[in-house]
């Protein structure tokens, strides 16, 4: 054990707790019953109506902990608990506790597979659950219920039990997201949670505060904090449940006014930052779980008058909640990251080496936490335990080895600085650059080369700075959006050059019989058609009408895992009351498509719909029928594909069909994970994707949005999922429209909505209306989702200038970017691909001979360079492929002479490029061959 104060260097990097002796022999729940000695009378806890005193509820806590004791519920014992928000969850927690049991909270809304691992892992042979608990996520044969509101349990013997924890033993066990794609249960001590409870009682009460915010979920470690503090010290929990009306709890804790005392992530604090709080009683802010920016800090400090406090707590799960603390100050925190400061009571913060040496004067090192804190490791994870919680080689013991970086600030504090790994993070994915300039330079025509990420990112506009296009609806932060003087964007403007070709192409109900009568005279034995029904408005109508029309149908239904159950009963009741047979599909790889689609698209919708088609063609080979039906919007056909294919001055069914199909070909044979890892054999059959024919249902219908909710509601009992809060069917949805708002600036809605406004579909008013949601998402809620999956929201709003991968290399001889991103593309998979080869006559280097990485050109520079020589397009064929040009790379300016690979291009673009010309001028150009020469000039050419 090195001895800190002998070793100066030691004492500057490792920061030493303040020592502070623990109560011996008590236990949080000891804590509480002191509590009750004091304020027996006095209100623990608020839930609307309801209200208890502490007296009350350390009488229900005592006889509920008897009843567990009778169901061998203790010593040790694991126990879920499943349940919402409310009083008697306070009840449950307690009991747990004084039965000497481990409590394993669950949030109510995780999926079944997930709820399922959780209870299988921790071992829990009992629930405990309340009336509003989803008793079919738990199987009877695997763990009993036990309903903790049920008033035959609150009788008899109510005094303290005659039990003690002992400081070592857990107390509860809350999962967290797995690098492996698990969940890791993580066993928190008796003395790690006094230290901290303890710790934070002195830290953020007084006797100004009386009201603390009970509002997320109970396997939300923060919630710990919001429980057992206001707990122990005589305080009032105000408990907040998920209502299902599209208002973010947090927002309603804000509305209330009430509680004094508030922990909250900054993404919550964010939300705030458009509450009015002039007249806030808020008096402490504790923040925790991600970075907080000094921005966000300062305008809620700024909202409040500077009345309340605002912390900045840090502490990863495995130490228990916190483990150290800053205290905002607008006077000294001007810019990027607020500090997280010093440790907390009884914890050392090591800021290490990779050698576990102490990082020199202002040095970057990584964070080790040790002292009380530090929990037993994970559950049946002894690996995964050894690798994280290592020996402590200063004061003994163990400390957690937390993989992220921190500074020490000239104030003493330290500075978070992000995850410590050897890699770099894009769209999710962990990268070796080193593997990527090894495969470059195994080109024979590469000297020297260097990869590097650049993270030039285009902010989003600011809500009150949005304009609206006066006929659409469609905002200005959409991309590539601009309104002439009248606010016409130029979206709608283009539209009026093709829509006659585009009204050519919707036709009538009369088509969509005719095309029924066709389905019905080929004569199967069993079905005419496959309708794909996701239990949402549109495909609900679809099957309906489809069905009406005659039609023989077999119905399925994407299981995704986050279908919700309201939906499901949607689902179920439209199956049985049309008569027709239908099915749930679902496939183990969902999850994995999911954060692929987040990490390609920012979006879950797109893996979705992939996996849907997919699942619906192999369905239609297994049982023999070549009518496939969607029930897409006509937004969402715009958004999927029809508008790459609507630039011809007229309408040729034959040709646009032919068009469709060759798009459907790219589409399928786009190397994701989708594409990987479902069964699709017929991927590379052109005679499959020919012959297989999908109907969309509103290419033929008109109806308006309001006679469509009638019709399905009368038809066949359609209502409104309560548990989604819209006529989504998907759990997920909410997820998608934050993730997308925060990754692309902008409303995942905003393009198919715009082409429903423009088709008639809906009112301009409606679309704005069903877009106006950013108060309707609960964050808390699509975090605890995102983790389930194991995906990270990008901190930046992306844009042309997102985060991508670039390339520098020397070569003697002119390598046409194609080939090198071919070239690559054949070693690595597609996400480690550079976006951009750049190369360059010689390496910048420092005066010591090293790479000079500061003088590399970035990006945006290099495309100046082409902008200084524009060459703008000399006739109206040159005008009009720029105008491709720009529409494919989402750029504002093209020249006739700019290389297409070098101004931000790479292939799957170029086809999308290609697809565009064919489908416009009948050409069809190989990617080798626009490859030889990739410019406006050379393509121009070729055309003429």
Known sequence: MVAVTDNEKLANMLFMPTQVELPEGKSIYRLFEEQVEKTPNEIAAVFGEQQITYANLNVKANQLARHLLKKSIGDNTMVAVLMSRSIYCLVALLASMKAGAIYTPIDMKLPQKRVDYILDDCGAKHVLVDVDS????????????IRVDAEDIYTGDDANLDMDVSKDQAVYCIYTSGSTGQPKGVL????GLMNYILWAKKQYTSESTKYFAFYSPLNFDLTVTSIFVPLISGMTICIYSDTNDDVPVINRVIEDNRVDILKLTPAHLALLEGEDLSESNLKVLILGGEDLKVEVARKVDKKLGGRALIYNEYGPTETVVGCMIYMYDPLVDVSGSVPIGRPIDNMQIYLLDDELNPVTDLGIGEIYIAGLGVSLGYKNKPDMTEKSFIKDPFEGGFMYKSGDLGKVNDDGHLVYLGRKDSQVKLNGYRIELGEIENVLLSHPEIDECTVSLTTEVNKS?????????????????????????????SHCSAFEKYRDVAEAYFSDMQKLQKIVDKMCSENHPKYDCIVSLSGGKDSTYALCKIKDMGARVLAFTLDNGYISERAKDNINRTAERLGIEHRYISTTHMNEIFVDSLQRHSDVCNGCFKTIYTMAINLALEVGVKYIVTGLSKGQLFETRLSELFRMETFDEKVFDKNLIQARKVYHR???SANCLLENDWVDDDDVLENIRFVDFFRYSNVLRNDMYGYIEDRVGWVRPPDTGRSTNCLLNDVAIYVHGKERGYHKYSLPYSWDVR???IEKGDALREIDDSAEIDEAKVSSILNDLGYEVRDETLGVGDAQIVAY?????EIPVARVDEYMAEALPEYMVPSHFIRLEKMPLTPNGKLNRQALPRPNDYRKNFAESYVAPRNELEEKLAELWKEVLMVDK????????EIGGNSLPALMLLFKVDSQYNKLISIQEFSEDPTIKALSSILQ
């Open 134 to 145: 989803p008793f079919d996520k738990i199987d009877p044969e695997k763990a009993e219920l």
């Open 188 to 191: 928190v001590q008796s003395k």
């Open 461 to 489: 506009i600011a809500k009150e700075d949005l304009q609206f296009c006066v006929k659409c609806g469609i905002a200005s932060n959409y991309p590539n959006t601009v309104f002439s003087e009248e606010m016409v964007c």
């Open 670 to 672: 786009v190397e994701d």
């Open 759 to 761: 088709m008639g579909h």
């Open 809 to 813: 290399y020397k070569s003697d001889v």
């Open 894 to 901: 093209v020249g006739i002479e700019d290389n297409f690979f």
